[in-house]
């Protein structure tokens, strides 16, 4: 073959072969000037507009911004300016991710047309390493449910099956990744909301470590469990953004001061595929009743796999975990309800006032909160404002930190034993619109796998090892 | 119908500052006592002899150096207000509620 030739096979070109190009692919591609940062953005837009009317996964879209950040990097690159590797490679944020200039509404009707004048930590770094911002991708109502069918703004459609779930609470940024609308996306994980839609889409998330990535300018729904983290098509590319996100950030007081590890090249060396001396735990408590035949058989392939790549598989009880999801269900909403007190009326967002009777604050407040939150957040709150109220805090909210110690120990005794544990992400593959929306305990249970790891704060990852279905993975 | 989760929920409602209308306060009666009871586990399992851990990090006193930064802007903070004056957020009468 001859070089010319071999050029013209593997140079992207624009459109669709573009599209399709991994972010470590893009990247290399734009190091080498074989594409520019405005055709890559270009072509993500034209994506968008396709496909985005019948997926809906963002909630708005900066074209003109992304374009201009796309050209601001292709001028650096001529010059020869030292640039980020990620530099002209485009990104999605989920809406609770504050962006200065840019609508920013957590999915929430209380938030309709609030341009925040400040950036996100993670924002402030994804633009001086210089991606272009595609926009704000759909998700639950302040981050609240499994599914993108608790946003105020109508859900997002699964890629794959338009009559399906993408996931939540980061529906949107997960079918923007799985729909190539998108090669990198944020997220933010509270229960799940990163890992599961990546499992129910096919692409991969990682919630990492608590206090890893900056919480400043994520809009706080339940603050000891809240992290960002990647959604991306490979591990790689989820390492790449995690790598440029994570390290301490002196505006979030529960950020950790240690270095960001080596993600990517810890990615390179697990995809060369010699996981000889890892030990791998199964939970035996994440994996009988309740999968689905199919989730259990794609998983048990994964381990084979983990197995004939070396690594030494054992089964690990961690008996508490099936208490998780109880204790999350409190200790969450407790959190939020109180995070959630911001949302008044009184300083930005919506404000309503009550159409009879005098016009106080209180009753602005309580018109405002009435009117503004849907039914899921009010359903939360109510339940954390009860869990947490004089006679019932020693036995929900109370207890429910208790479990959380014991889920901790639990971590703690099976890392003895095994550098990494692994399950299903999700019990089931995406469920249908409209299966799970009226019954809050069925769409809780979804979380069951993916709420142990918020708890304890360590790191969690999903990656899809059979399509439909993913497994998931928690380390130290 | 006044039953007592609905009674429940108003009062919590009230708490919260969280206007209700009679059918949200029925479905809502409907959902707490069906979530509570799945959630009561925790004081089952939670023994007196267990610690309660509220962080995932072990954390207290964080500081960080008073270096002097630029503030935010104030009309950028009030551009966002659903009402201001002379550089200041209005809000409804605080004072004298009950009277």
Known sequence: ?476 | MSTPWRDEVARVAALARIDLVPEELDRLAGDLDVIVHAVAEVSRIATPDVPATSHPLPLSNVFRDDVPVTPLDRDEALAAAPEAEAGMFVVPQILGEDA
């Open chain 1, 1 to 476: 073959m001859a070089a010319d030739d071999r050029t013209a096979d593997t140079r992207p070109r624009a459109g669709d072969d573009l599209i399709r190009l991994s972010a470590a692919d893009l990247a290399q591609a734009l190091t080498g000037g074989e594409v520019s940062s405005v055709e890559v953005t270009q072509a993500h837009l034209d994506r968008i507009e396709a496909v985005d009317p019948a997926v809906h996964a963002f909630l708005h879209v900066s074209a003109e911004d992304a374009l201009d950040t796309a050209r601001s990097v292709d001028r650096a690159r001529s010059a020869g300016e030292d640039l980020h590797p990620l530099a002209g490679v485009p990104i999605a944020l989920k809406d609770i991710v504050v962006t200065r200039g840019q609508p920013t509404t957590a999915g929430s009707r209380i938030l309709e047309g609030w341009i925040p004048p400040y950036d996100a930590t993670i924002v402030t770094k994804i633009k001086a390493a210089g991606l272009p911002v595609l926009g704000k991708t759909n998700m639950d109502e302040l981050a609240m449910g499994s599914s993108t069918e608790h946003s105020g703004y109508g859900n997002t459609h699964n890629p794959w099956d338009l009559d399906r779930i993408p996931g939540g609470s980061g529906g949107g940024s997960a079918a923007a990744v799985a729909a190539f609308e998108a090669p990198l996306a944020i997220g933010t994980d509270t229960g799940g909301s990163i890992r599961q839609p990546g499992a129910v889409t096919g692409t991969v998330g990682v919630k990492p470590t608590y206090g890893s990535v900056s919480r400043y300018g994520l809009i706080a729904m339940a603050s000891s469990l809240d992290q960002a983290g990647p959604a991306a098509r490979t591990v790689l590319d989820a390492a790449w953004l995690h790598q440029l996100i994570g390290g301490h950030d002196p505006l979030d007081s529960t950020s950790l001061t240690d270095p960001v590890p080596d993600l990517v090249g810890a990615a390179r060396r697990g995809a060369a595929g010699d996981l000889t001396g890892l030990r791998v735990g199964v939970v035996t408590q994440l994996g009988g009743e309740g999968y689905q035949q199919g989730v259990l058989d794609r998983f048990h392939e994964a381990l084979e796999m983990l197995t004939a790549a070396g690594a030494e598989v054992v089964e690990v009880s961690c008996p508490h975990f099936e208490h998780a999801l109880a204790a999350y269900y409190l200790i969450h909403p407790a959190e939020a309800s109180s995070n959630l007190a911001k949302f008044d009326g009184m300083r930005f967002g919506l404000r309503v006032e009550p159409t009879e009777g005098p016009v106080t604050a209180e009753r602005v407040m309580a018109a405002t909160r009435g009117q503004g939150f849907g039914a899921e957040v009010k359903r939360r709150i109510i339940l954390g404002t009860y869990a947490l109220s004089t006679g019932y805090y020693d036995a929900y909210y109370g207890s429910a930190q208790k479990v959380r110690t014991l889920v901790q120990r639990d971590f703690a005794a099976a890392f003895e034993r095994v550098d990494v544990l692994v399950s299903p992400t999700v019990p089931t593959t995406a469920f249908r619109l409209g299966e799970k929306v009226d019954d809050p305990l069925a769409m809780y249970l979804t979380d069951v796998a993916t709420i142990p790891v918020n708890l304890a704060g360590v790191p969690g990852i999903s990656v899809p090892p059979g399509w439909p279905t993913a497994c998931r993975s928690a380390s130290r």
